[in-house]
């Protein structure tokens, strides 16, 4: 495993690290922060998976997943996409309320997934499509 750590912020300005050993611990903090967050947050919680020297991939915390990526020079940004066909909207938590277009949404067991490859290899799976198109 990559040199990685969770980043998440609760109040858009004190962000939180923790040092990430394991897949099954991610899984479980990611969980742990889900279920305290939901209660506070209106809108789907998002948590950055940052690997050293390559950038951080954000992954929005309920079963209609969005992963964003944004590499360590800032040059590149994409986004999952789900259904191209998709209709609407939905709000998510990346520190501050985004509307984000539900054509980005992806099923969160396919979103862990590409965390792992991820975590282990630094870089994009090509089990999901990218995109860097705004809908």
Request: overall charge negative; hydrophobic content about 40%.
């Amino acid at each position: 495993m990559l040199n990685t750590y969770l980043e998440y912020c609760l109040d858009g300005y004190n962000v939180i690290k923790e040092k990430v050993s394991s897949l099954d611990d991610l899984i479980i903090t990611l969980q742990q922060i889900k279920d305290e967050k939901v209660k506070t947050i209106q809108a789907i919680f998002c948590v950055d998976i940052v690997v050293e020297k390559k950038g951080r991939l954000s992954i929005g915390l309920d079963d209609r997943s969005i992963l964003t990526y944004i590499s360590e020079d800032f040059d590149e940004a994409l986004t999952s996409l789900g259904d191209k066909h998709a209709q609407g909207e939905t709000m998510y938590y990346l520190g501050e309320y985004s509307l984000m277009s539900n054509k980005y949404v992806i099923p969160y067991t396919k979103a862990i997934n590409v965390v792992d490859y991820w975590i282990c290899q630094g870089k994009l799976s090509d089990a999901i499509e990218w995109t860097d198109e705004i809908f």
